[in-house]
């Protein structure tokens, strides 16, 4: 995953509607923090870039190379387990 | 009789089995469909589809499993799809592949089918023709570049046994060409009509330990491209499976005529009766029903179990199987070493090639 890379949820993977969790094939995934708003900026346009700015205006104060580090292990981790795709 | 670390009596179901229809173009040998199948003039329509998957949503249930029998039999398929959508449900079809044209995939997907999964019997076609009872390899193979073009997860199911196992590898290559989203290789459980093939379809110890390396190998060189799952044979190990999760404990299957059952072969225990939901609402089924209640919680389990600290993952095991193998559905699982009965497994594991194939219906 880099900062150019442009992430989406795979095919047959879906946000719950209401709870912090992804709907995914065979199973769920519990999401925590701040993952449901993350995969919910995931719309085939934005990148990482796109993504962590978006968030920094959302939780001001926070530190902008935590966050990058953040969401690109998130990002990753979830591609490794097939749920996100670039 | 409750121990201080009960396992909670009720829980939300997560899944929703839905067997369509038992009606099917394959007759596989390892079939895990009950021996008396339901007749297509007993299915439940569309309507008791519709009100069941809106109940299932209400009491917590996330995924609809859409199995059968072939659900491409029935001809309502979109709007089932459509119905498990509508009540807000993850919609997942298990198909044989054989029925389906791309113009019936698109409209099954334009209804909002989410994941498809298709299971392949061998690699070459011959043999899985013979395992399947049918000539459907072909069909299946033809399939899957169609599936590629629409936006829809897609599981390959690999059915193991000893017919098939000493080529796993290849078996494990022919799937990785096709470009799953993940990849299930699962080993035959023994019910249904596979009981009835056991010992044709036993593997021999030999191929399960060269299988594990296998299995392993596959699933760290595939990380990040496919999601592999393996089920493991437990007839080989020492521990039972944690079956369906624990009874009454995560899901529910409906069969074609509107039976709830807490698992597929949950019939074969005597004294079972089942509801059904065109008497009752499923929410009063899931916390009410003799079927559910049996062996909800751990009030029936033997005092080893009931002891045992492993109750609270593997829930005493499968009720189907402790029944099968000793006459009683309350005993321990054989499959655990704990067991008094585990040795009968010695005598289950032999297998034997030469004995006729039964195919199923």
Known sequence: MELNSIPRLAPGCRLHPTESVLLIPEGTL?????TREILRML??????TDVVTDLLQQFEGADAVEVQRDVLGLLDRLQQRGVVRT | MTSSNAISPLSTPLSLIAEVTHRCPLHCLYCSNPLEMQRAETELSTEDWRR???QAAQMGVLHLHLTGGEPLARRDLPELIRAGRDAGLYVNMITSGVGMTEERLATLVESGLEHLQLSFQDLEETSANHIAGTRAHAI????????????????????VHRMNL??????????????????EIAHVQYYGWALKNRSLLMPTQEQVERSIPIVEA?????????HVEAVFPDYFGSFPKACVGGWGRQMMLIDPAGQALPCHSAAIIPGMTFDNVRDHDLAWIWQSSSAFQRFRGDDWMSPTCLSCPRKERDFGGCRCQAFLMTGDPNAIDPVCSLSPHHDLLKDLRISDPEVLPIWRD
């Open chain 1, 43 to 48: 719309d085939g346009k934005r990148n990482v």
């Open chain 2, 52 to 54: 069941v998957f809106h």
């Open chain 2, 218 to 226: 596959a699933k760290e060189r595939l990380k990040g491209k496919i």
């Open chain 2, 166 to 183: 000493d080529r796993l590898a290849e078996f494990i290559a022919l799937a990785e060409d096709l470009h799953p989203d993940r990849l």
């Open chain 1, 30 to 34: 519990n999401l925590t923090g701040p």
């Open chain 2, 140 to 159: 299946k193979l033809a399939l899957v570049p169609v599936l590629k073009r629409f936006h829809l997860a897609f599981t390959i199911n690999l059915v």
